[in-house]
């Protein structure tokens, strides 16, 4: 069982900082297994028991992992500049520290991995374990053999910078739209990459992390919980 103070429980869910939770608390807004409780300091067994604030159920995890497709127009930084992909998160699924396993750009949409949990987030994104990336591409100009050829030997980008081989399929006749995955994730990669070859992205959609696939059945925005299953392909 693992348990957490109801004060801290309420911070970490409802993003409350610990005087707010409190008066919560003691104002009698929050049940615990259908009983008002008034003292911060109750524990909770965050396995099993039900937690209640203005008689609505929380959603308790000591840890929180999340998927979202992630629309264009967000960033995936929170430095309150912009908006962001936890501004658009459901409140329940809020956090007060949340994280994203890499980053994809404004115009970048797809797959994005939101979780509190810090080694989650190491394991994926470290460059020691090369953990793929999988994108969706479409392109302004058909990609030729020649420009496949060197995205497949790896290139030295217009910067100097070195990037190592990436597997490229043509997923139409047109050769306009290609599955591009890569082992590393260096800025804007995929992008420098096509300006590598004189070509040029019109849209990026990630795809996969690994084993773990963007969810087919997320509309643009949408979110949910990662599976058991896909939470331990990182921890």
Avoid at 64 to 78: A, D, F, L, Q, R
Avoid at 122 to 147: C, F, G, W
Avoid at 205 to 210: L, N, Q
Wanted: glycine letters at 6%.
């Amino acid at each position: 069982m693992a348990y957490l103070r109801l004060d801290r429980l309420l911070g970490n869910i409802c993003c409350l900082n610990r005087n707010d939770a409190d008066k919560a608390i003691r104002r009698a807004r929050v049940t615990l297994n259908g009983q008002v409780v008034r003292t911060p300091n109750t524990k909770v067994d965050t396995e099993c028991d039900c937690v209640t604030l203005d008689g609505c159920e929380l959603v308790i995890r000591e840890r929180i992992y999340i998927m979202m497709n992630k629309p264009e127009g967000v960033v995936c930084s929170s430095d309150g500049k912009e908006k962001s992909v936890y501004d658009i998160l459901p409140e329940n699924m809020r956090r007060k520290e949340l994280f994203t396993v890499g980053r994809l750009d404004k115009d970048t949409t797809g797959l994005v991995i939101i979780t509190d949990d810090g080694n989650f987030v190491h394991n994926a994104a470290s460059p020691k374990r090369k953990v793929s990336k999988q994108y969706i591409a479409t392109l302004v100009e058909p990609l030729t053999d020649e420009m496949a050829e060197k995205w497949r030997s790896g290139m030295t980008l217009a910067d100097g910078d070195v990037v190592s081989p990436a597997e490229v399929e043509l997923l139409s006749s047109d050769r306009l739209k290609v599955k591009i995955t890569i082992h590393e994730g260096k800025y804007h990669q995929i992008k420098r990459m096509a300006g590598a070859v004189s070509n040029r992205i019109v849209t990026l959609k990630r795809v996969a992390i690994g084993e773990i696939l963007l969810d087919d059945s997320l509309e643009v925005g949408e979110c949910r919980y990662l599976t058991e299953t896909e939470e331990k392909v990182y921890n």
